[in-house]
């Protein structure tokens, strides 16, 4: 009994396995290597109530998280891209594969990059970009206090002098 009921077990995850791969909407990660390093990316793919695919990229590496992706010509689902100034990223769905595959060209190539359904962890820390604009804010901030602590500084010196009479 216990030899059948595993056998079943496991003709039903073999039987499950293919659709859902087949499904393309989900969360999806990959690495993407380029000669300046590798990049984790992740894409997550939903339809809305009207039938629509909707795509927003990730970018694991750097903390991006949840950027809309356009679609970028014809397709149930259609192929998603999203612009840089550094370059494009779009996304395609392989049938084959039963999963996306994408293509990062910049000014030095075009990389690929395979995806695989994954889980998209949740944000670790600051992005790269809220780090510098704290750093900014922390560098204004200290140098408002050194000019506050010196005009009072003026203004003490100012009240001890002894007055005209």
């Known amino acids: 009994m216990n030899r059948r009921a595993a056998i079943i077990a ?19 990660t990959g690495a993407l290597r380029t000669p300046t390093g590798t990049l984790r990316l992740g894409l997550e793919v939903r339809r809305d109530a009207d039938g629509e695919y909707r795509a927003s990229y990730d970018d694991l590496s750097q903390n991006y998280r949840g950027l809309p992706m ?18 494009t990223m779009t996304y395609f769905w392989s049938p084959a594969r039963g999963a996306w595959d994408g293509v990062w060209r910049e000014k030095s190539g075009a990389y690929p990059i395979a995806l695989a359904r994954g889980t998209i962890p949740p944000v670790t820390g600051l992005s790269p970009v809220d ?26 010196r100012r009240r001890l002098r002894p007055r005209p009479a």
């Open 10 to 28: 496991v003709a039903a995850t073999l039987a499950a396995s293919p659709a859902l791969a087949a499904d393309p909407t989900g969360d999806w």
């Open 70 to 87: 356009q679609p970028s010509g014809p397709g149930a689902p259609p192929p998603f891209k999203i612009d840089s100034p550094y370059g």
């Open 131 to 156: 780090r510098i604009a704290l750093s900014v804010i922390g560098g204004v901030m200290l140098l408002e206090a050194v000019a506050i602590a010196r005009l009072l500084q003026l203004r003490r």
